[in-house]
């Protein structure tokens, strides 16, 4: 039956099929020389080579070259194998998606009536496509898991620093107005002072949680990451020069970012101090910063979905030549918790990554152990600088005295409120605690005019902390309002003040200060 097939085709059409058959067909000599190629395979030709950069794409012509691996498998085939093999050629590097291509060649011999090999004939199948697509699952795949993990923990991670946020509250405030009460010379003070220490100590680690669920502070403004950079590397100089030698390259024309200072500051002060504990022995870090378009970033090598609409980046580079990290340990170290230091707590890159993603950026790691690590953070470009900013809040004046007054302090805890009560009454004021909204507003009802501010915890589980401030506003327009809050919620209407929880005595006065009038000289 088959050569029954094969007696009737016509040659004039397998002529026809060879012509215009779509995909790239060519015929070889067992020498390796192309003999015959249709215009499939010469289009294709052009295509590579154009998409290469080398010109016309000359593996293709000679089955013996090395390049591309043809070699060997054309070898086989002229020993009588049928083969199918798969060849990837690299585009040119400054092609606008430079993306590997990939191919299967399928090469088959041909033989004369005596059974002997005339030639090798080469069919080539794009598969490019199809490879991308089974990448981009893949890699959906892989975000989406680390997306749902790192929820799951954003979420635990948050709501256990909101309790335990809460919980220091009571003890650094307790511990501030124990010291306030001691006399200066009393043995009790330094135990007093280590318990102030290590509630600060925890505090520290809150807001590393609150940062990692991405819930810190947010007050966005146009800043330089050059700028903020600089500055820091000011203050980092010192503690840095016996260990390593910091090198700056800082274009001081960098185009801005919108963000949070505070946080930023916190991004660039724990990648460094990473950076500075893997050069323990001596080396060198470097704080680098530049604009990328957003055409020549390939994302899939960072941690973080960037605004799609981003055209331009701004990049921030913290590099040391330390000891490097392995592949395994690169993979983990985001993650809460995850440390190899004996000292360490695995929440500086949890909190950076929670911030960078906060703030719509992305985030790289390149590392090889004993050569040192790179870590970029990647944010959209906000626009050119226009002047000079600044960045490093000016140091607060010590707050003057205030006069007296009568201060409502609305929270749901009971432990906060005697603590705000006890605090308040320290620093001369009177004090009316709430535990609600209607029992402000009542207070208020009755004796509004004595009140001189309000202080207003923003995340109480039963009251939205932005309406009860609304009604506050609307019915007493002068009344000044504090907020107190673990974390700044990014919608807050713009209070009076702001009080960051856990706070210390000193920190209440420095808030009260800004709203209430200094009293009389
Ligand atoms: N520049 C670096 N070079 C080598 N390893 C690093 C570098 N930066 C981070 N790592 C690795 O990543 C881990 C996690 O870093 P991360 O900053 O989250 O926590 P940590 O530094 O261990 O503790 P801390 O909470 O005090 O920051 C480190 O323990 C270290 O193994
Ligand atoms: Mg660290």
Redesign the pocket.
Known sequence: MASERERALDPAILQQLFRDAPLPIAVYGVDGALQHSNDAHEAFADALGDASGIGRFNALYDLRSERYGHRAPFQRTVAGEVLDYAFTVRPDVSAPAPDTLHFHRLLLPTYDPERRITNIVSVIIDVSDWQHAERDKARLHAELQQAQKTEGLGLLAGSIAHDFNNLLVGVLGNVSLLLARLPPGSSLRRTAEAIELAARRAADVARQLLAYAGKGRFRVEELSLSELAREISELLRITLAQRAELHMELPPNLATVKADATQMRQVVM?LV???R??VAHGGVITLRTGELPASRVDLSAYLGRPDPQATDFVFLDVE?T????DVL?AAR?FDPF????PA???????AVLGIVRSHGGAMSVT?SPGVG?T?RVLLPAHGQPTKTLRLMPAPEPSPPAMQCGHVLVIDDEEMIRGLLTSMLEALGHTVTPCSSAAEALHALEHDAKSACCVLLDLNMPQHDGNEVFARIRARYPRLPVVFMSGYEARAAPIADGFLHKPFTMGDLRVALSKVIAPSPQ
């Open positions: 724990n101090t990473n950076a504990d893997a040391d330390g000891f490097g990290m340990t170290i995850f440390t190899t230091k360490g707590r695995g929440l500086g890159l949890s590392s690590t870590m």
